[in-house]
C-alpha cells in the first residue's frame, strides 16, 4: 500500500517567516508533486519532481521554491510566507510522469498565516 | 471558461437513490480522465479511471463523451458513506504536470 506523509497536519505561522513543509513517499516512485487546494477552485500544480534534483514549475510557483535531494522527499518551501499563501498543502506521487497514472495524496497540511 | 467544470453541489439525495455529476473541459486534446473522492478533511484518492468506452464498478459507472468535451459519474442505489467531493481529473497531455484538477461536486446522501 502506497504511503504518503507530511511532517505536519497543521501550521500556523507569521507574516514574513521562512516555511518549510516536507513530503515523504515510500513507494519508489519517480514523481512527487505540491499542490494547493483552496475552495472553488480545486487543486492547483504549484512545483513536480520528475527526478532527484530535477524540478519543473507548475501553475503557481511564484511565492515557493522545492527541493528533491532524494528520490523519497520532496519539501515545498515558502521563503517568506504571506497571509495569501494560507491553504491546504497537499502532496502527491507517482510512478511515473505519465498523466494516466494514478497520483496518491499525502493527508496534507493546512497551514495558516497570519 | 475553467479547464475542468464542475457543479459544485451540494446534491442531497436519499440513500438508495441514484445520482449523476458530469463534468466539461476544455482542450479537445485531452487524453486522461478519472474521477477521484475527496472525504471531508482528508485526502484525494482514486475511484476511477474513465476510458472510451466507459467503464463499471459495482455501482459507479463511468462514462466519457469525446465529441462534447464531458465526463460522467454515475452513482446507484447509494450509500450513506458515498458521501464525499468528488472531483473530475483531466489530463491535457502525456506529462502528469498537464493535469488538471476540477473544484469538486459535494455529495450528501440523507437516511
Known amino acids: 500500500d502506497v504511503k504518503v506523509t507530511q511532517s505536519s497536519r497543521y501550521l500556523v505561522k507569521r507574516t514574513g517567516e521562512k516555511v518549510f513543509l516536507e513530503c515523504v513517499q515510500d513507494?519508489?516512485?519517480?514523481?512527487m508533486f505540491w499542490y494547493r487546494q483552496d475552495p472553488g477552485l480545486g487543486l492547483r500544480l504549484i512545483y513536480f519532481?520528475?527526478?532527484?534534483?530535477?524540478?519543473e514549475k507548475g501553475d503557481i510557483p511564484e511565492g515557493y521554491s522545492v527541493s528533491r535531494e532524494k528520490k523519497e522527499r520532496f519539501s515545498l518551501i515558502l521563503e517568506s510566507a504571506s497571509t495569501n499563501q494560507t491553504s491546504m498543502y497537499l502532496c502527491a506521487s507517482s510512478w511515473s510522469d505519465r498523466s494516466t497514472d494514478t497520483q496518491y495524496f499525502g493527508p496534507g497540511t493546512r497551514l495558516t498565516v497570519l | 471558461r475553467k479547464e475542468v467544470e464542475q457543479d459544485p453541489g451540494p446534491f442531497n439525495v436519499p440513500e438508495g437513490a441514484t445520482v449523476a455529476f458530469n463534468c466539461t473541459y476544455s482542450n479537445s486534446a485531452s487524453q486522461s480522465f478519472f474521477w477521484y473522492r475527496q472525504d471531508c478533511r482528508k485526502e484525494p484518492k482514486l475511484l476511477m479511471s474513465?476510458?472510451?468506452s466507459g467503464n463499471e464498478d459495482g455501482r459507479f459507472t463511468a462514462q466519457l463523451n469525446r465529441a462534447s468535451q464531458y465526463i460522467s459519474l454515475l452513482i446507484r442505489d447509494s450509500k450513506l458513506s458515498d458521501s464525499a467531493t468528488y472531483l473530475c481529473v483531466v489530463g491535457g497531455g502525456s506529462s502528469a504536470s498537464k493535469i488538471i484538477f476540477g473544484s469538486g461536486t459535494r455529495l450528501s446522501i440523507r437516511p
Open positions: 474513465v476510458y472510451s
Open positions: 513507494m519508489d516512485h519517480e514523481n
Open positions: 519532481s520528475y527526478d532527484v534534483k530535477m524540478k
